[in-house]
Nanobody, 115 residues
Framework: QVQLVESGGGLVQAGGSLRLSCAAS????????MGWYRQAPGKQRELVTTITSSGMTNYADSVKGRFTISRDNAKNTVYLQMNSLKPEDTAVYYCYLGWLTNNYWGQGTQVTVSS
């Protein structure tokens, strides 16, 4: 059984920063992809960024240059540093872990950016 536990969400003013963390536990295949998705009210869940166990990253165009993903493979933990936050970044952020046909999600953490 795999579990993902997120932390670090909250309320911040526009232009501010937040750092999200997600720790995975359980039977985890060493070659995997971790990342973050988000879902704003009334919208579909969308990709924010992912990182493979070898360190390859990809970002949504809307967050490039502002968000940075990183991971600690020894701790099975992924981080999301969010800078220059905008009101449109407001959403529930979900941690993701996957390999082959296995996909796991965290419970979500709210990020609210006030203008």
């Amino acid at each position: 059984q795999v579990q993902l536990v997120e932390s670090g969400g909250g309320l911040v003013q526009a232009g501010g920063s937040l750092r999200l963390s997600c720790a995975a536990s359980g039977s985890i295949f060493s070659i995997n992809r971790m990342g973050w998705y988000r879902q704003a009210p009334g919208k579909q869940r969308e990709l924010v960024t992912t990182i493979t166990s070898s360190g390859m990253t990809n970002y949504a165009d809307s967050v490039k240059g502002r968000f940075t993903i990183s991971r600690d493979n020894a701790k099975n933990t992924v981080y999301l540093q969010m800078n220059s936050l905008k009101p449109e970044d407001t959403a529930v952020y979900y941690c993701y872990l996957g390999w082959l046909t296995n996909n796991y999600w965290g419970q979500g953490t709210q990020v609210t950016v006030s203008s």
